[in-house]
C-alpha cells in the first residue's frame, strides 16, 4: 500500500510538472502588462514603449505600459515584487530602485535580488552633466572652481531621490570637494523645465532628455558620465577625461518579473528580448534617444544587478550619504 501511494504521488507530481510545463509553452495567453516605475515621458517610460510593440510582434500578445511612479520608483518596483509570478506583470527596471536605493533608503519593502527575477538588461545610456547658459563655465574644471568660490550656491535638479540622476550629483561632490545642493523633482521632464527656467544651475540628465535640449541650443553640455565617449555626441568629454579620474555613472534598464515566475516563462521572455535588440530597426530607435542595447541573459543580467548593488553600497558609504 506504501509503495501505491508513492508511485500515485509521482504520477500526480509528474501529471502537475506536465501541465506547468504545457502552460509555459502556451504562454502568453494574455496582453503582458509593463510596469514603469516613472511618470510618462521619462527615459525608461520611453524605452518601454519602445520595446512593447516589437516584443508584442514577437509573442503574438499585446503589451501595455502603465506608469506607477511614487516613492522615488519604488512603488512601481514594490507593485510588481509581489504581483502573481505568471509573466503578466513586468517591470521596465533601472539602475536606481534596483540598486541604488537599497542602500539609500531605510526600506524598500522588496529584496532586488530574491524578490523579482531578471529576464534581460535592454539598453544602456550615459547621462549628460549639463548647465544652465547663465552659468559662467564652459567646462568641468570651471564648473568646479566656480561652484568651490560660490559653495551652496548651484543646485542641481535630478528626477528623485536615490536614482542615478540624484547619485551622479553626489559623487561629483565627493570626488571633487563641492557643495552642490541637490533638489529632487518628480521625475526627469520637470528638472529639465526648471534647469530651462534658471531655477536650479545645474543637472546630470538622462541623455535622451538631454538631447533635445543640447540641439537646441538651449543648455550647455560639460561631459557624460560614462567611461566612454557616446556616440551621439562624440565632442563632449568624459567627466574621467576632465580630470574625475575613475568617475562612472551608466544606467541600465532591464526587464525583471516577479519572483518564481516559471523559469521557462522568463527563457521565453528572454529570447524574446535578445531577438528585439538584434534587430538594425531597434538599434536605430534606441541610438536616437541616446542608448546602446544590451539584451543578455537573465543570468548575466543578475550578475550585473549583483556587481551593481555591492559597488553602489560602498559609493554612497564612501560619500557619507545617509538613508532617507
Same mark, same amino acid.
Given at each position: 500500500?506504501?509503495?501505491?501511494?508513492?508511485?500515485?504521488?509521482?504520477? &500526480?507530481?509528474?501529471?502537475?510538472?506536465?501541465?506547468?510545463?504545457?502552460?509555459?509553452?502556451?504562454?502568453?495567453?494574455?496582453?503582458?502588462?509593463?510596469?514603469?516605475?516613472?511618470?510618462?515621458?521619462?527615459?525608461? =517610460?520611453?524605452?518601454?514603449?519602445?520595446?512593447?510593440?516589437?516584443?508584442?510582434?514577437?509573442?503574438?500578445?499585446? !503589451?501595455?505600459?502603465? *506608469?506607477?511612479?511614487?516613492?522615488?520608483?519604488?512603488?512601481?518596483?514594490?507593485?510588481?515584487?509581489?504581483?502573481?509570478?505568471?509573466?503578466?506583470?513586468?517591470?521596465?527596471?533601472?539602475?536606481?530602485?534596483?540598486?541604488?536605493? @537599497?542602500?539609500?533608503?531605510?526600506?524598500?519593502?522588496?529584496? @532586488?535580488?530574491? =524578490?523579482? &527575477?531578471?529576464?534581460?538588461?535592454?539598453?544602456?545610456?550615459?547621462?549628460?552633466?549639463?548647465? *544652465?547658459?547663465?552659468?559662467?563655465?564652459?567646462? !568641468?574644471?570651471?564648473?568646479?572652481?566656480?561652484?568651490?568660490?560660490?559653495?551652496? %550656491?548651484?543646485?542641481?535638479?535630478?528626477?528623485?531621490?536615490?536614482?542615478?540622476?540624484?547619485?551622479?550629483?553626489?559623487?561629483?561632490?565627493?570626488?571633487?570637494?563641492?557643495?552642490? !545642493?541637490?533638489?529632487?523633482?518628480?521625475?526627469?521632464?520637470?528638472?529639465?523645465?526648471?534647469?530651462?527656467?534658471? =531655477?536650479?544651475?545645474?543637472?546630470?540628465?538622462?541623455?535622451? =532628455?538631454?538631447?533635445?535640449?543640447?540641439?537646441? *541650443?538651449? !543648455?550647455?553640455?560639460? &561631459?557624460?558620465?560614462?567611461?566612454?565617449?557616446?556616440?551621439?555626441?562624440?565632442?563632449?568629454?568624459?567627466?574621467?577625461?576632465?580630470?574625475?579620474?575613475?568617475?562612472?555613472?551608466?544606467?541600465?534598464?532591464?526587464?525583471?518579473?516577479?519572483?518564481?515566475?516559471?523559469?521557462?516563462?522568463?527563457?521565453?521572455?528572454?529570447?524574446?528580448?535578445?531577438?528585439?535588440?538584434?534587430?538594425?530597426?531597434?538599434?536605430? %530607435?534606441?541610438?536616437?534617444?541616446?542608448?546602446?542595447?544590451?539584451?543578455?541573459?537573465?543570468?548575466?543580467?543578475?550578475?550585473?544587478?549583483?556587481?551593481?548593488?555591492?559597488?553602489?553600497?560602498?559609493?554612497?558609504?564612501?560619500?557619507?550619504? %545617509?538613508?532617507?
Amino acid at each position: 500500500m506504501v509503495v501505491l501511494r508513492r508511485w500515485a504521488q509521482l504520477g &500526480a507530481l509528474c501529471l502537475a510538472l506536465g501541465s506547468a510545463c504545457a502552460w509555459s509553452q502556451s504562454y502568453p495567453q494574455q496582453a503582458i502588462k509593463f510596469v514603469v516605475p516613472y511618470g510618462a515621458g521619462s527615459a525608461t =517610460d520611453l524605452l518601454a514603449r519602445r520595446v512593447a510593440a516589437p516584443l508584442s510582434a514577437v509573442l503574438g500578445q499585446g !503589451v501595455v505600459v502603465e *506608469n506607477r511612479a511614487g516613492a522615488n520608483a519604488i512603488l512601481g518596483a514594490s507593485y510588481v515584487a509581489k504581483a502573481a509570478p505568471d509573466g503578466y506583470t513586468l517591470l521596465m527596471s533601472s539602475l536606481g530602485p534596483h540598486t541604488i536605493s @537599497p542602500s539609500l533608503l531605510k526600506s524598500v519593502g522588496f529584496d @532586488p535580488l530574491a =524578490d523579482l &527575477a531578471p529576464i534581460s538588461n535592454v539598453t544602456f545610456n550615459a547621462l549628460v552633466l549639463m548647465v *544652465n547658459p547663465t552659468v559662467p563655465a564652459r567646462s !568641468v574644471s570651471e564648473l568646479i572652481n566656480y561652484a568651490k568660490a560660490n559653495p551652496g %550656491k548651484l543646485n542641481f535638479g535630478s528626477s528623485g531621490v536615490s536614482g542615478t540622476t540624484h547619485l551622479s550629483g553626489e559623487v561629483f561632490n565627493t570626488m571633487t570637494g563641492t557643495k552642490l !545642493v541637490h533638489v529632487a523633482f518628480r521625475g526627469g521632464p520637470p528638472a529639465i523645465g526648471a534647469l530651462l527656467a534658471g =531655477d536650479i544651475q545645474m543637472m546630470f540628465a538622462n541623455i535622451s =532628455d538631454a538631447l533635445p535640449q543640447i540641439r537646441g *541650443n538651449k !543648455v550647455r553640455p560639460l &561631459a557624460v558620465t560614462s567611461t566612454k565617449r557616446v556616440p551621439q555626441l562624440p565632442d563632449l568629454p568624459t567627466l574621467a577625461e576632465s580630470g574625475l579620474s575613475g568617475y562612472d555613472v551608466g544606467p541600465w534598464n532591464g526587464l525583471v518579473a516577479p519572483a518564481k515566475t516559471p523559469p521557462e516563462i522568463i527563457g521565453k521572455l528572454a529570447e524574446a528580448v535578445q531577438r528585439i535588440t538584434r534587430e538594425q530597426a531597434f538599434r536605430d %530607435k534606441m541610438f536616437e534617444v541616446g542608448s546602446s542595447t544590451i539584451g543578455d541573459s537573465p543570468e548575466q543580467f543578475r550578475n550585473t544587478i549583483r556587481h551593481d548593488i555591492t559597488r553602489w553600497a560602498k559609493i554612497i558609504q564612501d560619500a557619507g550619504i %545617509k538613508p532617507e
